[in-house]
């Protein structure tokens, strides 16, 4: 008797076990407890909203009962071009969640194992699960990447280890040093998965690296995305880049046609117009930098703003007022945020940077909850 003949009838379709322990994954809310619409502080969307070139491009996309260019030619042409990078060594992605899952698939499966930081970014369990690899997480240092601990735990399994930089949902990030730190110390045989959907906001000097370390090393696939300083998130579009042999195995299991005709015309234009960028670099830049000064002002009564380089804060609550009760407060003057206790984080709220009146408000809100809870 064979083992599917031995294995007990069922009333319906049964999943494989790893696909059953996947817990979904959880977007940013719009809505309060209540059904409001609120302002939506959850999801780190660009504030800005998106380049007038960009919009203007969506209407004039192209016949819609035409198929798209199935492999983004023109897309990967421009990012070539902005980035130094051969057209031939990127990847396009429907999102860089897409290509997240494509890694995991590509490269890990049954008896694998992945690996990623502690407080990383939620889709790197789903994308191990879904693989038929075991997740492995490695313990973090204040929120933040650990070289060292991510090292430690490397096994004779590891095939894929995902390091977000800047870190979601904490914000934290490393340098240059401590990325080529972390790929020395791997094996050539492990693909190193830099996700950099917030690197357009770090300043030019502290960057990381990545670009330079996926055009050298054969294991190195670095991702980014539209959905964050570009304002797409509507569109669905990311991109990967790494050796040619790498972006070769994502192609062949990535959907035939992932970028619709839409997406592929808005982010050409989006491409073009780096003033945008600049803008929305600047403007999360100078109100990040006094939102934390008001949180900071606020210490003494246990909230901590953790340092970040994305579009989001971390706060950590640590006296009277807690993180869910200032997430719920929130919600009562009008404000959605993202409280993470699904994450770990129970005791912290990411609060998306907004426009100057939205953080303005944030701020005085936090202020008197914080107040009146003392």
């Known amino acids: 008797m064979t083992e599917l003949q031995s294995t007990p009838p069922s009333d319906r379709p049964r999943p494989k076990e790893w696909i059953a322990a996947i817990h979904a994954y959880v977007p940013g809310k719009s809505t309060g407890t209540d059904g409001r619409t609120l302002i939506k502080l959850s999801a780190n969307e660009n504030p800005l909203g998106t380049s007038p070139a960009a919009e203007a491009a969506r209407h004039h996309a ?3 009962s035409r198929y798209p260019d199935p492999d983004s030619v023109a ?4 990012l070539g071009k902005l980035h130094g990078i ?3 060594h990127i990847v396009m992605g429907t999102g860089s969640d897409e290509l997240l899952n494509l890694a995991a698939q590509a490269f ?9 930081v502690r407080y990383g970014f939620s889709v790197y369990d789903i994308a191990a699960r879904r693989c038929g690899a075991a ?13 060292d601990a991510l090292l430690a ?4 399994a590891t095939r894929v280890v995902f390091l977000a930089n800047p870190n979601n949902p904490t914000g934290s990030y490393i340098g240059r040093e401590e990325i080529a730190r972390l790929h020395a110390g791997l094996r050539p045989d492990i693909l190193l998965v830099i996700d950099q959907a917030y690197a357009e906001y770090v300043d030019a000097a502290d960057d990381d690296g990545a670009f330079v370390l996926a055009s050298a090393a054969r294991n190195v696939l670095v991702t980014r995305t539209f959905s964050k300083i570009y304002g797409l998130a509507g569109e669905r579009v990311g991109w990967a880049t790494g050796d040619a042999a790498l972006v070769d195995m994502l192609n062949r299991i990535r959907g035939p046609f992932n970028l619709s005709l839409s997406a592929q015309a808005t982010a050409l234009a989006a491409l073009g117009d780096q003033d945008f960028v600049a803008r929305s670099r600047d403007h999360n830049r100078r109100e990040r930098a006094r939102f934390v000064a008001s949180l900071t002002a606020l210490g003494n009564h246990g909230l901590r703003p953790l340092p970040t380089e994305a579009n989001f804060v971390l706060i950590e609550f640590s006296g009277a007022l807690t993180a869910e009760a200032a997430y719920l407060g929130l919600m009562e003057h009008g404000y959605i945020t993202r409280w993470l206790p699904g994450q770990g984080l129970p005791q912290c709220l990411r609060v998306t940077i907004g426009t100057a009146e939205q953080m303005d408000a944030i701020t005085a809100a936090l202020a ?4 009146r809870a003392a």
């Open 368 to 371: 008197q909850m914080a107040g």
């Open 135 to 147: 997740p492995v997480i490695a313990p973090d240092r204040d929120y933040g990447t650990d070289v």
């Open 75 to 78: 897309l990967r042409e421009a």
């Open 108 to 116: 890990a499966g049954p008896g694998d194992e992945v690996l990623f």
């Open 153 to 156: 735990a490397v096994t004779p």
């Open 86 to 88: 051969a057209p031939s």
């Open 62 to 64: 192209g016949a819609q």
